[in-house]
Nanobody
Framework: QVQLVESGGGLVQAGDSLRLSCAASGRTFSSYAVGWFRQAPGKEREFVARISASGRTTYYADSVSGRFTVSRDNAKKSVYLQMNSLKPEDTAVYYC???????????????????WGQGTQVTVSS
């Protein structure tokens, strides 16, 4: 089992950058793939990015590809989401989630993950 805590959210202007962190507890964090999702008011929670347990493989939503980068440091039990060139439409609560399941079509959806953090708010003003 793993517990996840996100941090690093805040209020920024369009074009700025933010780095979100997802800190995990649990002895086997290196066995978990981690996904980032976001949820804007009145909208469904949507996939943002995923990183494999080893960190070798990453996936991104089209809307963030080229602007966001997911990375991890298993020694620190942490996953990061570097967000550059932020846009107002990136405003949402951002969640990290973990699973031991290997990548499959469900990895883009909430049901593809077993453990979730509480979320961190990101607000991008125009």
């Amino acid at each position: 089992q793993v517990q996840l805590v996100e941090s690093g959210g805040g209020l920024v202007q369009a074009g700025d950058s933010l780095r979100l962190s997802c800190a995990a507890s649990g002895r086997t964090f290196s066995s978990y793939a981690v996904g980032w999702f976001r949820q804007a008011p009145g909208k469904e929670r949507e996939f943002v990015a995923r990183i494999s347990a080893s960190g070798r493989t990453t996936y991104y939503a089209d809307s963030v590809s080229g602007r966001f980068t997911v990375s991890r440091d298993n020694a620190k039990k942490s996953v990061y989401l570097q967000m550059n060139s932020l846009k107002p439409e990136d405003t949402a609560v951002y969640y990290c989630a973990a699973t031991t399941r290997t990548y499959y079509s469900g990895s883009y959806y909430r049901n593809g993950y077993d453990y979730w953090g509480q979320g961190t708010q990101v607000t991008v003003s125009s």
